[in-house]
């Protein structure tokens, strides 16, 4: 399909990009283009102005700073995969990125884009809300857990930008999964799984759950969390992994009946957890 | 991590994909040549329709119907022509004297009702995206803003959407004439016996889902004209038929209308057709004197490329105890969409003498039904009819096996034509002329270690494994290198299936090759070459082959069914050995000896016993110089041959795949997959590796991935690729392959056409190892695509009941 018409700016610095967005209440940002421009190209959006952020090297690149890690809202998927930084500190956000799309949508597609789109079904919200990580924007600071309003709506204003995102680490002793499930290896998730489990003496001493494409927003699991603690893997993980599905509201489409996607929410918790907990 | 690429190691690869694998002492043909088309194509030195501009070019997009059943009550144009930069706008009605009805060439019985197919829907449109109105502006983006600037009134009609549905009474009509297209039926030996007799009866009710056929380069049109003669370039696979059916339904003359098929990215048979778009262009520029383009967008083409398959088939076996087939029934309801396109009638006739596959039996009974729905129309997709036919049947041996507990590749075995007995005409009328289904089968089970895998599969079921094995098997065989005229016509359609070729020798020494033959990505240029190398003793690269402009190839029937090689390939062939029988005369002159004492060999010819001999290039020259020609002799060294075969060609081959099924997930992976394929005498391995794998790839997509989805209204939900799936490489496991070699014995080299032999085979190779795998657990059947989340319904009902 065609776009209709719209201007473009390409801002050559954040001032710039917030005040174009602060110009026209129909303006959109884009950074990497693959959300919104699928969105164009079908006629579904029609912002009148297309803000280029593209440009802006500060907002590009990984850093490792002390407590957590940094990752700016340009950093392309394909980067994120590769980072040392984020090998060495954060591991699930690089396992998320590796499962996006293909090469050639991994090295357009930026972070931020990801984030700021606020899809379900895209695989870094779930992981970033897992590690409670910090949205950080032109105007303020919002905790994951407050920046997923609804689907496709995150809790930024139209004219506020995603400069990057804070990680915590969470330090020693803990081990990663992402588990995926999709058709093909380009399809979006059906159902996905971030899970960071602390182990001790066989058993977990603590858990993180985000799902994918379990809701209008993603989601923790938190009944499965709480029962996690202390659960020895085995039965114990598996009875815990049964209530991944509580408190979600799945959709219903092609790829899936909501009752499938919670029976594969409950299996495929079981294998992130029971893979991040080094039990595979 | 991505391997890092050094210039040694790629050179050094492609030494070894250019390795001679059997090498044929004199020549080309054997000869795994990488292909002359491809150093052009991949570094973007190609011209695709959508690349061709012409000086004041204008650009159309429609409007597409969003109902898909209505009456239209009002189109009005007149705001989208005010828009700045729209040149026109028109609705079907402005074109309604001129536009005529898109045709339908096969005709398959009497009776058969084929209703008016206006290329913009005029009064009422039967499916959505049929087109309703077009604009003409100086961009695509303008025309595309334009479109929304057109009022449509619609009165909304019901939909028809389930082919059960449509034919009970009282349904809704998609035509005046009523749902049913034709029926068509064909029977040999005694059935009622067979089934009365029979001990053991196998029925079973398959669905062929509709598949949207998704070739890499979407459907393209440029139309211009001088005032006089026309010139349309498209994205088509058969120029030749699509000039002949554009003169009859426009009225332009064929002699002022040339029609052009420059590089074209694909087909699958969903570029056989004469389109709406195509039609509406050569208007469009007739009415404005100016050249106008049409590119359609990936949803726009999902909506409105015609989709193939989706068929709902009862087969029935009634067999032996032993496990021997005494007859095959077969009815078939065909989902045609709301018209009946080129040949969208006649291509469940193309499966009609296919589902008794390589066996033998007394009685066969086959009933087709064609069905309008308030769909996009079905047509001609890779394999056409066949491999539905081959699936049924494959499907319900396997079923067979099971009921006599007894291994699928033994009742196959039982029941499959003899070597020795070839050539053996079958049940259903076809005499396939050479075949070895033992040879292929042996050593396809050998490449696959398939006791092994049994005996895995035990193993999984002994532990109740999660995830379990499955094992299919296919054995297929396909008629294909379409087609005997004589047979054609004897099925109502509408034209030959003879091919044309032309071999002109240059003053030069070096050849032009003409071929009718359209090629869309196969090969041509490099299979053509290797052909033409050995028949006239020239170098591979002194020849070059001309084709898809009916300027140029100015006869022709185009590329599909597999018969490019075995029937375009062939007259080519025959018109070297014309050119041949002349240079042999010009040279017996020049010699001054008589022609029968001239031998020919790679491209000398020597007087027997006599050191004296020509080259072919020096004869060539002669020719042209046409000083001293034998008496009576045309001053040039070129021949054409027009070929008409005198049977199919009958490819055959066994494949196996092994899967493994999650049984928490549904998800299937597959594990392994071996193909041996017996495509007679090959040309180049290369080429046909290449058409295998990706044949192989296609079936795999049906069993598993794609499917045309339409809701309740009608409505295609299906129309991106985000929701219509299709496997890429990381999807798919490495193919085994591998093939014997029996020759055909319908054609000099002993050719068979390869090029759906993949997709016939592969499909119900998945859909047995499937089943298979989920057998103990009481599963006899997974409708396709076979979605993990089919899968897993289909295990949690059998656990619940
Ligand atoms: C074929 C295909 C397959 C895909 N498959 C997957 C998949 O499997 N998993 C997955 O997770 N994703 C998938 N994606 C989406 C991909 O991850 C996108 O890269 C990502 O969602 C958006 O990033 P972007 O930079 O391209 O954003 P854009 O498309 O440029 O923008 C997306 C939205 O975010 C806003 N935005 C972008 N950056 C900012 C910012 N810094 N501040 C404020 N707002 C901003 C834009 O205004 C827009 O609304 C797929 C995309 C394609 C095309």
Redesign the interface.
Known sequence: ?????FDYVRASSLEEATQALAADEDAKVIAGGQSLL?LL??RLAYPSTLVDIGRLPELRGVQDRGDHVFIGALTTHDEVMRDPVLAAECPLVAMGAATVA?PAVRHRGTFGGSLAHADPAGDLPAVILALDGVMVTTRREIPAAEFFVDYLESAMEPDEILTGVRIPKLGEGWGYHYEK?H??????A?VGVAAAVRRSDGAVAEARIGLTNMGPTPLRASATEAALAGAELGDAVRQACEQAAEGTSPPSD????AD?RR??AQ??TRRAVLAAAGAH | MTEELDAGMVAQRIAESDQVSEPSPNGEVGRRRRRKEDARLLTGRTQWTDNIQLPGMLYV?FLRSPMAHARITRVDVSAARELPGVVAAFSGQDLASEQGSLPCAWPVTEDIAIPEHPPMAVSEVRYVGEAVACVVATD??RA??ALEAIEVDYEPLPPVLDMNDALAEGAPKVHETGNKAYTWKFAQGDMEAALRDAPVRIDRTYIQQRLIPSAMEPRAVVATTDGETFTMWSATQIPHILRVMLALTTGIPEHKLRVIAPDVGGGFGSKLQVTAEEVVCLLLTKRLGKPVKWTE?R??GNLTVHHGRDQIQHITIAAESDGRIRGVRVELLVDMGAYLMLVTPGIPLLGAFMYNGIYKMDAYDFTCTGVFTTKMPTDAYRGAGRPEATYAIERAMDELAAELNMDPVEVRRRNWIKHEEFPYTTIAGLTYDSGNYEAATDKALALFGYDKLRAEQADRRDRRDPVQLGIGVSTYTEMCGLAPSRVLGSLSYGAGGWEHGSVRVLPTGKVEVVTGSSAHGQGHETAWSQLVADALGVPFEDVSVLHGDTAISHRGMDTYGSRSLVVGGMAVLSACEKVKEKARKIAAHTLECSPEDVEFSQGVFRVKGTGAQKTIQELALAAFAAHDLPEGMEPRLDADATLDPENFSFPHGTHLCAVEVDT??G?VKIRSYVAVDDVGRVVNPLIVEGQVHGGIAQGIAQA??EEA?YDAEGNL??S?M??Y????A??LPDFVTDRTETPATSNPLGVKGVGEAGTIASTPAVVNAIVDALRPHGVHDIQMPC???RI??ALRERAQA
Do not use: N
């Open positions: 399909m065609i776009p209709a018409q699928p190209r079908l293909d499930f058709r093909t290896a380009q399809a979006w059906i092609l790829h899936g009946q499938y029976h594969l299996v495929l | 997009q695509r983006y595309a803003d967008s949803s726009e928490e997930t998800h598993l991935y989805v939900l299906t991106t985000a929701d799936l299709l496997p890429s990381a999807d979605t993990p989340e897993w319904r």
